[in-house]
């Protein structure tokens, strides 16, 4: 979704503010959609037995301590609220991308 604002930007905004504002934020909702995928193969792999191990693992990734102790449960609710994040993002991003379109 980030990729048809994006290529605006690319091939045909003009040099301003709005351009570099749109670039960020598709970045930042392709950085949104990576974490996601992150965690669509990491709740593949994930059991109750295996989540303290898992929780580990994250620390050492993000170098968040506080990731060592959720619950599976905690951690689902994690994830969802990534994925609203990045609804709303990619919302934003639209919603800037076609006000650009209807002003330029």
């Known amino acids: 979704m980030a990729l048809v604002p994006l290529l605006w930007v690319i091939f045909s905004a003009p040099v301003g503010f709005i ?3 749109i670039a960020g934020n598709a970045g930042f909702v392709i950085y949104q959609c ?3 995928w992150l965690d669509d193969h990491y709740f593949s792999e994930l059991t109750p037995k295996n989540n303290q191990q898992a929780g580990i ?5 993000w170098q968040k301590e506080k990731l060592q ?3 599976l449960q905690q951690r689902y609710e994690g994830a969802i609220k990534q994925l609203k994040y990045a609804l709303a993002s990619c919302a934003i991003l639209w ?3 076609l006000i650009a379109l209807l002003f330029k």
Do not use: C, H, K, N
């Open 57 to 61: 693992a994250l620390v050492f990734i």
């Open 95 to 97: 919603l800037i991308w």
């Open 69 to 71: 102790y959720f619950s």
């Open 34 to 36: 990576w974490r996601l």
């Open 19 to 21: 351009r570099v504002l």
